[in-house]
């Protein structure tokens, strides 16, 4: 692992945290109106599950270039990627939630050419980054 400033706090129980983050932004329209995430408004990415064949949502900060959302796989900056990335690689389509709107997007992993210029729009990327010696991949989500 890179030698690097200190990882992002975690919560204790980090699902309980993420369903209570789903519940709040469900209820208001795609933002958050308490807590430590108040005033921002994540992506929620729904995935299959590969080992359950179950519905999983994650709660995601993104960002846009153009009409496509980017996401990276960081699971804050561990060397193991998160289980929904391994999801999606199972599935070529997802569901996402911004905002009241909720679509089906296709998915792919920014190729080496684009990679810079994309990770320039993803104003967290370089500290995540800094925490892992994998490449952390940038998840380009593709509305159907």
Avoid: C
């Amino acid at each position: 692992m890179a030698s690097t400033p200190n990882r992002p706090q975690i919560p204790a129980d980090m699902r309980e945290f993420n369903k209570q983050l789903i519940t709040e932004m469900r209820a208001n329209h795609g933002k958050l109106t308490s807590g430590p995430m108040a005033g921002r408004e994540p992506l929620l990415l729904t995935t299959i599950g590969t080992m359950t064949s179950e519905q999983r949502t994650v709660v995601l900060g993104f960002r846009r270039d153009g009409e496509d959302y980017l996401v990276i796989a960081s699971n804050n900056g561990n060397d193991a990627e998160p289980y929904w990335f391994r999801n999606l690689k199972a599935r070529p389509r997802a569901t996402v939630e911004v905002g009241p709107e909720k679509f089906e997007v296709r998915w792919r992993v920014a190729g080496a050419g684009e990679r810079p210029r994309l990770s320039r729009l993803i104003d967290y990327f370089e500290r995540q980054q800094a925490l892992t010696s994998r490449q952390i991949p940038i998840v380009v989500l593709e509305r159907v």
